[in-house]
């Protein structure tokens, strides 16, 4: 297979909408880094969730798998409105769905009330996301959102503790009003889809393809209601795509076996790094006898650490090859875990959670290209929403795992 990362020009453009200047990366990091920090605001916090609301810690850790499956399941829903309608438009609404949510969330006494106001902010969220990926357009620029997004993922446990302890717990669980500040100047950017005679939107593919995230997200905690709906929804999918190739799943990319590879990393070390997201703070005070407050200090050096080589690692990895970046990858991200389960010193645990999160975020990053080079141009927004997915499957299965193996 040809080394497509090394033979793709550095700067080539993968939006589908003609757009005569580039958004400016920093307003698209701004536009797309908050929903890391909103998603992992709640890493340290969970117990003075479950104590406000008076339910049990796991019951609490709803609010964290909630979020994070809506915000898998709504990256590819936002890619296809954002094909059909224009980047604009998916802006505009997505902003819409941080602010209701939001207002939701800071308002509600009862829990169902809240984890739908969760879903609403994953919503826009993910449109955030989604808008940002499909004007960056390089490697590098996405090497600069990918890293953002790790240093306010490594952030946002700590400032979800400080907002916690100075105003309350759904102070932190608002952090995602921080995107709305891009939105005035991304919109001057966005454009409208030209209009076309696309088929009419395939419901049923989004359906199926929602049921089958949701079982496996749900995995380790159901495992049997879980599984047989996973694999239900895998087999019914499997023979959608087939009479409908240029559905919501584009029969393309499954086919192409550098979307699938991409895609694959993405979902395996995006797993390991928000298993150890949730994980290593307790293994660290459990372990090392350290506290909550300093816990989250190093953890929070060690992962901006991680991010930051992010950086470094996406504005070479052209030059690398597909091999190398995902040799790189990997021998960043299976000692991670290595760490986790053998070590009992706090400095090994928090090099554990730095290498994962280089390893993810670099591996978003880099692979993302990956997967938007596998498809026609046409179908590119698409195939980017089903990378991202992946991914954040990723930040989904992250919490139910830790809570599982560690924080049950």
Known sequence: ??????????????????VSRQAPILW?????????????????????????????????????????????????????LLRRRGSRTALL????????????VVA????????????????????????????????????????????????????????????????????LLVTLLAVPAVS???????????????????LLLAVLSAGLVLLPTYPLPALTSAALAGIFLAVHVRRRPEGYVPAAALRSGQFRSAALVALLLSSTYFTLLF??????????????????????????????LTLVFTARAARLGRVRVRAVLFTAGLPAIAAAVFAHSAPLLLLAIGLAAFSATA??????????????????????GLFTLAYLMGGALGPALATTLVLG
């Open 1 to 18: 297979m040809p080394n497509l990362v090394a033979q793709r020009p550095r700067h080539a453009h993968t939006s589908t909408e003609p």
């Open 28 to 80: 698209l990091a701004l536009l797309a880094t908050p929903v890391a920090a909103a998603n992992n605001a709640t890493v340290l916090i969970l117990g003075d969730m479950s104590t406000s609301l008076g339910v049990a810690t796991t019951t609490a850790s709803r609010l964290v798998t909630v979020f994070a499956l809506s915000l898998a399941v709504a990256t590819p829903l936002m890619a296809t």
């Open 93 to 104: 609404l997505s902003a819409a769905l941080v602010v209701a949510g939001t207002v939701v």
């Open 108 to 175: 509600s006494p009862w829990l169902p009330l809240i984890l739908a106001g969760r879903v609403a902010q994953a919503a826009g969220g993910a449109g955030m996301m989604t808008v940002a990926m499909n004007l960056a357009g390089t490697t590098r620029r996405m090497g600069v959102i990918s890293a953002g997004s790790g240093i306010l993922g490594a952030v946002g446990p700590l400032l979800g503790q400080r907002l916690a302890d100075a105003v309350s717990w759904r102070a932190s669980l608002a952090l």
């Open 188 to 206: 001057r950017y966005a454009g409208q889809a030209s209009p076309s005679a696309e088929a009419r939107f395939d419901s049923r593919g989004a």
């Open 279 to 308: 994980a290593v703070p307790r293994l660290i005070t459990d372990r090392a006898g350290w506290s909550t407050s300093t816990v989250a200090v190093g953890q929070l050096v060690a992962m901006v650490t991680g991010s930051a």
């Open 363 to 384: 591996a978003n990053g880099t692979q993302s290209m990956e997967a938007a080079t596998s498809a026609p141009g046409h179908q590119r927004p698409t195939v980017i």
